[in-house]
């Protein structure tokens, strides 16, 4: 690569502190030839003036390079900026970046915006290139958006963990915990042990390829960066929230809430298949007090509007609105989060769960979100192709941490 191109591939990415660095590299440079002149004959000879010339006309062209390439770094942050306040942002993103996230376990402890934050799980590849133009970070945020609303699990706070490869992660559980007894004086103390057991996520890789025409990237004016958000992030999304919102048994798959492995907390008798009043407060109470202050009801949207219609003792309804917006409601003081992948009510179909899902099930990223480009994939029909991939995984850690409710069997 010419000096040139370095320079122009350094600004197309905003890259102010490589640019920065030889700038200083050629003042360096410069500086070490007149040393070795005072050191000498105290004048430049015609050879050491040529390549003074060389290094100091390069330090001083790369003062309006920095400068373009800080225009355009500005540039990115403001339009990023500028979409992190539209009004396409969803209440479940505004809440993440706003620090809500404190309850989703990343790495075991830092906290969803933080972790988003960092840029560690979300990682662009070639996307900023002379003929696409600026792509603002905003575009893996709008991918996790998007999953975040195509998946009511994960919007109810699972236990996350991302790994950089995806080879078999075993994670230790407790099955039962040692027990205290009085002992009377001199006598021996019995043992205790818990019993420990282990969990092995796995890592399987979803995908999607999208084609864009040339004629579009070069001659209209739009978002790249939202239209790539929406199309792919959703499609993973949906993807990924079909198995975690589901009853699949995650023997090749991840592993869906809905399942066998989830205990059943409660069974309808009403002909809809949907809880009376009495059966939702069971299923409340069917919960260990110690995951029911941090539990949250997951169910479809359709569960969700029957639902609404149930009332309390004083003639109230059991789904009251959430002014926050970060559910559809709360039921019990707890909040409600609805997805189309959560199975319909139906006949022995289990479609409403509650409890602590960050105690209940593991959510693995591995290896990140990866979003690439080729244009000679689709070089002879004249598109650039763009694919994103992600690696993930979910399994059940604690069963007891969330019951289901089952509709009524026939």
Do not use: C
């Amino acid at each position: 690569m010419t000096t040139n191109q370095l320079w122009t591939d350094l600004v197309n990415r905003a890259d102010v502190h490589a640019l920065k660095k030889i700038q200083a590299d050629e003042l360096r440079a410069a500086e070490r030839i007149l040393d070795e002149a005072r050191a000498g004959s105290g004048s430049l000879d015609p050879q050491q003036e040529r390549k003074f010339d060389e290094h100091s006309n390069r330090a001083k062209e790369l003062k309006d390079v920095i400068e373009h390439a800080q225009e355009r770094r500005s540039r990115i942050e403001r339009d990023t900026a500028r979409y992190h306040r539209s009004e396409n942002y969803s209440h479940e993103w505004r809440s993440l970046l706003a620090g809500r996230g404190g309850e989703v376990e990343l790495n075991f402890g830092s906290t969803m915006r933080d972790y988003l934050k960092s840029g560690k799980k979300f990682e662009s590849r070639d996307l900023t290139t002379a003929n696409v133009g600026s792509v603002p970070t905003s575009v893996l945020q709008e991918v996790v958006m998007r999953m975040v609303e195509e998946s009511a699990v994960l919007n109810a706070s699972p236990r996350i963990i991302n790994t950089s490869t995806g080879e078999s992660l075993k994670v230790p559980t407790f099955t039962s915990y040692s027990t205290a007894a009085i002992v009377a004086e001199g006598s021996a103390i019995p043992e205790s042990d818990p019993d420990t057991a282990t969990v092995t996520l796995g890592a399987y890789h979803f995908a999607v390829l999208r084609d864009v025409s040339n004629q579009l990237l070069t001659d209209t004016d739009f978002d790249l960066g939202l239209y790539l958000g929406e199309e792919m992030g959703r499609a993973i999304g949906q993807a990924i929230g079909s198995y975690i919102d589901s009853a699949n048994a995650g023997t090749s798959a991840p592993q869906g809430v809905f399942g066998t492995a989830t205990t059943t907390g409660v069974t309808g008798t009403a002909a809809n298949y949907v809880p009376t009043t009495n059966e939702l407060v069971g299923l409340y109470y069917s919960v260990g007090e110690r995951y029911r202050g941090n539990g949250s009801w997951v169910m479809s949207s359709n569960t969700a509007k029957t639902l609404a219609n149930l009332v309390d003792t004083t003639g109230r309804s059991l789904l009251l609105p959430n002014l926050s917006g970060d559910a559809v409601g709360t039921i019990m003081g707890r909040p409600v989060y609805t997805s189309p992948n959560v199975p319909a009510a139906g006949s022995a179909v289990a479609s409403i769960a509650f409890g602590d899902f960050s105690r209940f099930i593991a959510v693995r990223y591995a290896g990140g979100m990866r979003i690439d480009l080729s244009r000679d994939f689709r070089f002879s029909q004249d598109l650039t192709t763009y694919r994103a991939s992600m690696r993930f995984d979910s399994k059940i850690l604690d069963a007891s941490a969330v019951k289901k409710f089952v509709g009524k069997d026939g």
